[in-house]
């Protein structure tokens, strides 16, 4: 029978991306704690071993994998309690997770049947989780040419045959340039916050050791506690920054020697339960590659709010979390010392912001609360069970209007939300975030209770619905699209061209070509508003403006210091007048975890402009200064400019960069 609809039900609407909008794209069956994408079109997802509805081997999920191009959702099967783990990417695109809770049944309680001197053994009955304390699960992502039913496309999980040498839940994992994992920290057996309570509590509850993945070597720091998820960056000259309750510190694990630098101002804690935004501003030739870190909003409770590890001694959910704003860079190129820089503030206070690095050089910040911290409980010091306003969460006023950061705008205008929509959904504690190829961003997870929970009275459920944020650029009616992406990317050694048609821009080619970054993102894994291992960086280019109006890119390779973005998949996109293309699934680096092969950076070809390119005005073929007025405003959009005027200064002044601190 055939279905005479008005018109105005033929009109598609799905799939429409509207610039700063939602859009729903899904159920996740599992509960988004934890995120990463795998291949082009998957992203795996994980939560914590609990209730689910969705099943799989004859108990609730706690993995599953979403796939973009249908918006379909498939559940996996995850042998250990993942909840609250770390997890990185390794150097051939597969990715690796660590740690997690115990094994647990129906309330979070401990497992029904436990083998006290063989955590590899213990389980529970009810939800058939093995410990994840110790776990090490590995996944090699499958396209759509695998049979993804395929065990060479499920995840490895299997402790009894690999597992590291401590217990570790809310640990941190960071790449070394050779592409293998330190993984550091974590708790024990979980808390609220690491603290030397009872104050005779030697370790504060957590694991003072760190291992190495795939060698599973185990050292001894002489840190007298970690934190929780730890907030951990790789530094160009090869040692860790390192930053957890006020207190800054440049680690080299290889001497094992700490180097203070200054705290974080304003006693502002931005570390897990605090949970303040925080990534690695982009690299790019117009910044000389150079490391700059920013955390944005977090918590400044005082000292005894934060409580006795147990649970916090405040009401969290009135107290009001942070908008204040710090830079620092590790190693400034004038050999100053670091120092924290005042930024500017976020439009409101956010606990568990989360930043997502986009194609453009701006970064979003998503998800979190306008009060509280991170962490669930049945009750406070103050409050019992029943008098909880917020059912289990610590935090409470969900903050549903992403804001958007500019780097590079003058102090004073860098937040902006114009235009942007306000989510109705809570993204509080265990929400997610993440960059898809398309260039807008997965936002799904939250869920601030011990177990599931989506009945009508509770205020903020277990969240399984998905969406997508659309960055301003969606506005753009023409998305680039390319011809010559690598699927490849070396440190260093001979250029690559790719084009981009007439048809991908619109206005002039001059323009157009002097206004074009080429960008490689990683978006990381994601978990508790981290993305670990998230990186930025904008290759250098030239280009050539053909008669014919497309524009040929002449592309170096990435940076030949590997510490600056360690070996792995990542995300190469082309940006043109601000507008990206999709990205493109590469590997940087030889694919092993090894020692990565290095060459010096090949010379560019100098720019060709075209005098007639299309619908242009007439330009000197070697006018290389044409966009020099708006250098300054987006790293992504200018950062040529100061490529193309020192050209050939710039690769001996970025080495000196990579070895010189
Ligand atoms: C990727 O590397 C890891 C670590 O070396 C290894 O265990 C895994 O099997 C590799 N994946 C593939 C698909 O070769
Ligand atoms: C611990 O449990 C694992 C998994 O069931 C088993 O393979 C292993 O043999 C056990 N080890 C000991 C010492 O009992
Ligand atoms: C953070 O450091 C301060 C100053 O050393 C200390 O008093 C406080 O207890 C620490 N906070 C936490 C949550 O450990
Ligand atoms: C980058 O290096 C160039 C060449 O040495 C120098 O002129 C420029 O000031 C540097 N830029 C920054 C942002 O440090
Ligand atoms: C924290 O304080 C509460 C209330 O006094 C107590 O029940 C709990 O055992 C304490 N936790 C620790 C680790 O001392
Ligand atoms: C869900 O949360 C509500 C509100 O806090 C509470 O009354 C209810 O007992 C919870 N249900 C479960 C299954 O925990
Ligand atoms: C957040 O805390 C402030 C200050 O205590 C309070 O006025 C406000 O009502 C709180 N918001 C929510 C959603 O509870
Ligand atoms: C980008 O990818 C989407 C699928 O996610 C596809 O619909 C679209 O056509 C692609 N655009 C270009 C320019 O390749
Ligand atoms: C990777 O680098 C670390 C630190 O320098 C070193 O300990 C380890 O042996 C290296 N691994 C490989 C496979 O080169
Ligand atoms: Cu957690």
Same mark, same amino acid.
């Given at each position: 029978?055939?279905?005479?609809?008005?018109?105005?039900?033929?009109?598609?609407?799905?799939?429409?991306?509207?610039?700063?909008?939602?859009?729903?794209?899904?159920?996740?069956?599992? #509960?988004?704690?934890?995120?990463?994408?795998?291949?082009?079109?998957?992203?795996?997802?994980?939560?914590?071993?609990?209730?689910?509805?969705?099943?799989?081997?004859?108990?609730?999920?706690?993995?599953?994998?979403?796939?973009?191009?249908?918006?379909?959702?498939?559940?996996?099967?995850?042998?250990?309690?993942?909840?609250?783990?770390?997890?990185?990417?390794?150097?051939?695109?597969?990715?690796?997770?660590?740690?997690?809770?115990?094994?647990?049944?129906?309330?979070? =309680?401990?497992?029904?049947?436990?083998?006290?001197?063989?955590?590899?053994?213990?389980?529970?009955?009810?939800?058939?989780?093995?410990?994840?304390?110790?776990?090490?699960?590995?996944?090699?992502?499958?396209?759509?040419? %695998?049979?993804?039913?395929?065990?060479?496309?499920?995840?490895?999980?299997?402790?009894?045959?690999?597992?590291?040498?401590?217990?570790?839940?809310? &640990?941190?994992?960071?790449?070394?340039?050779?592409?293998?994992?330190?993984?550091?920290?974590?708790?024990?057996?979980?808390?609220?916050?690491?603290?030397?309570?009872?104050?005779?509590?030697?370790?504060?509850?957590?694991?003072?050791?760190?291992?190495?993945?795939?060698?599973?070597?185990?050292?001894?720091? +002489?840190?007298? +506690?970690?934190?929780?998820?730890?907030?951990?960056?790789?530094?160009?000259?090869?040692?860790?920054?390192?930053?957890?309750?006020?207190? /800054?510190?440049?680690?080299?694990?290889?001497? =094992?020697?700490?180097?203070?630098?200054?705290?974080?101002?304003?006693?502002?804690?931005?570390?897990?339960?605090?949970?303040?935004?925080?990534?690695?501003?982009?690299? /790019?030739?117009?910044?000389?590659?150079?490391?700059?870190?920013?955390?944005?909003?977090?918590?400044?409770?005082?000292?005894?709010?934060?409580?006795?590890?147990?649970?916090?001694?405040?009401?969290?959910?009135?107290?009001?979390?942070?908008?204040?704003?710090?830079?620092?860079?590790?190693?400034?190129?004038?050999?100053?010392?670091?120092?924290?820089?005042?930024?500017?503030?976020?439009?409101?206070?956010?606990?568990?912001?989360?930043?997502?690095?986009?194609?453009?050089?701006?970064?979003?910040?998503?998800?979190?609360?306008?009060?509280? @911290?991170?962490?669930?409980?049945?009750?406070?010091?103050?409050?019992?069970?029943?008098?909880?306003?917020?059912?289990?969460?610590?935090?409470?006023?969900?903050?549903?209007?992403?804001?958007?950061?500019?780097?590079?705008?003058?102090?004073?205008?860098?937040?902006?939300?114009?235009?942007?929509?306000? &989510?109705?959904?809570?993204?509080?504690?265990?929400?997610?975030?993440?960059?898809?190829?398309?260039?807008?961003?997965?936002?799904?997870?939250?869920?601030?209770?011990?177990?599931?929970?989506?009945?009508?009275?509770?205020?903020?459920?277990?969240?399984? /619905?998905?969406?997508?944020?659309?960055?301003?650029?969606?506005?753009? #009616?023409?998305?680039?699209?390319?011809?010559?992406?690598?699927?490849?990317? @070396?440190?260093?050694?001979?250029?690559?061209?790719?084009?981009?048609?007439?048809?991908?821009?619109?206005?002039?080619?001059?323009?157009?070509?002097?206004?074009?970054?080429? @960008?490689?993102?990683?978006?990381?894994?994601?978990?508790?508003?981290?993305?670990?291992?998230?990186?930025?960086?904008?290759? %250098?280019?030239?280009?050539?403006?053909?008669?014919?109006?497309?524009?040929?890119?002449?592309?170096?390779?990435?940076?030949?210091?590997?510490?600056?973005?360690?070996?792995?998949?990542?995300?190469?996109?082309?940006?043109?007048?601000?507008?990206?293309?999709?990205?493109?699934?590469?590997?940087?680096?030889?694919?092993?975890?090894?020692?990565?092969?290095?060459?010096?950076?090949?010379?560019?070809?100098?720019?060709?402009?075209?005098?007639?390119?299309?619908?242009?005005?007439?330009?000197?073929?070697?006018?290389?200064?044409?966009?020099?007025?708006?250098?300054?405003?987006? #790293?992504?959009?200018?950062?040529?400019?100061?490529?193309?005027?020192?050209?050939?200064?710039?690769?001996?002044?970025?080495?000196?960069?990579?070895?010189?601190?």
């Amino acid at each position: 029978m055939k279905l005479l609809l008005p018109p105005l039900f033929l009109v598609p609407a799905a799939f429409a991306a509207t610039a700063g909008s939602f859009e729903n794209v899904g159920d996740t069956l599992v #509960s988004a704690m934890m995120m990463f994408l795998g291949s082009n079109d998957k992203v795996y997802i994980m939560d914590k071993a609990e209730g689910n509805a969705a099943q799989v081997n004859g108990h609730p999920a706690w993995g599953s994998v979403w796939d973009m191009a249908t918006q379909q959702t498939t559940v996996m099967d995850i042998l250990t309690n993942t909840f609250c783990s770390s997890g990185l990417h390794l150097p051939n695109g597969s990715f690796v997770t660590f740690g997690g809770n115990g094994a647990i049944g129906p309330g979070a =309680n401990l497992g029904s049947q436990r083998y006290p001197d063989n955590a590899s053994a213990s389980w529970d009955a009810t939800y058939q989780d093995f410990d994840g304390a110790k776990s090490i699960r590995l996944l090699n992502p499958c396209d759509s040419s %695998k049979d993804f039913s395929s065990p060479e496309c499920q995840w490895f999980d299997n402790p009894a045959v690999l597992s590291m040498q401590a217990k570790r839940w809310y &640990s941190t994992a960071e790449a070394l340039a050779n592409g293998t994992i330190a993984i550091i920290g974590g708790f024990i057996n979980g808390g609220y916050i690491a603290r030397h309570w009872p104050p005779d509590d030697p370790h504060a509850g957590t694991e003072l050791t760190y291992e190495f993945f795939p060698s599973l070597s185990c050292e001894n720091s +002489f840190f007298s +506690f970690w934190f929780p998820y730890s907030n951990i960056f790789r530094r160009s000259s090869g040692q860790m920054f390192l930053q957890a309750n006020i207190s /800054t510190t440049i680690w080299n694990y290889e001497a =094992n020697t700490l180097t203070p630098l200054p705290d974080m101002p304003h006693g502002v804690v931005r570390v897990y339960p605090a949970s303040g935004a925080l990534a690695m501003l982009p690299m /790019t030739p117009a910044n000389n590659y150079s490391q700059t870190i920013i955390f944005c909003g977090g918590s400044d409770m005082p000292d005894n709010a934060w409580g006795n590890f147990s649970y916090p001694w405040i009401n969290t959910w009135d107290y009001p979390a942070s908008k204040d704003c710090q830079r620092i860079t590790p190693e400034p190129a004038d050999g100053s010392s670091p120092q924290y820089v005042q930024d500017d503030d976020l439009l409101e206070g956010r606990t568990m912001g989360q930043f997502i690095i986009l194609p453009d050089g701006k970064l979003l910040v998503v998800n979190g609360g306008l009060n509280g @911290t991170a962490g669930f409980g049945q009750r406070n010091f103050v409050t019992t069970e029943d008098e909880m306003p917020f059912g289990q969460s610590y935090a409470s006023g969900p903050v549903g209007t992403p804001a958007i950061y500019d780097p590079e705008a003058p102090v004073g205008s860098r937040w902006s939300n114009a235009g942007f929509e306000t &989510s109705p959904l809570a993204r509080l504690y265990h929400s997610s975030a993440l960059l898809l190829p398309d260039a807008s961003v997965l936002v799904a997870g939250s869920n601030p209770n011990v177990d599931v929970n989506i009945s009508s009275n509770v205020l903020y459920p277990t969240q399984y /619905t998905a969406e997508k944020f659309y960055p301003p650029y969606f506005a753009a #009616s023409t998305r680039p699209a390319l011809a010559g992406m690598p699927s490849k990317l @070396t440190y260093g050694g001979p250029s690559f061209d790719i084009t981009v048609p007439a048809s991908s821009y619109s206005g002039s080619g001059n323009d157009a070509a002097a206004n074009t970054a080429i @960008t490689v993102i990683r978006g990381g894994w994601t978990t508790h508003g981290m993305n670990m291992g998230q990186r930025y960086m904008q290759l %250098k280019n030239t280009y050539t403006v053909n008669e014919d109006g497309s524009i040929v890119l002449h592309v170096a390779q990435m940076h030949p210091n590997p510490n600056l973005f360690q070996p792995g998949p990542a995300m190469l996109f082309v940006v043109v007048n601000g507008v990206p293309s999709n990205g493109t699934h590469v590997i940087i680096g030889s694919g092993a975890i090894e020692q990565q092969p290095t060459a010096a950076e090949a010379a560019l070809p100098d720019n060709v402009l075209l005098s007639s390119a299309k619908g242009s005005a007439p330009s000197s073929s070697t006018d290389n200064t044409a966009a020099g007025g708006s250098q300054g405003h987006s #790293s992504a959009r200018t950062a040529h400019v100061a490529l193309t005027a020192v050209i050939s200064a710039v690769g001996v002044t970025l080495l000196a960069v990579g070895v010189g601190l």
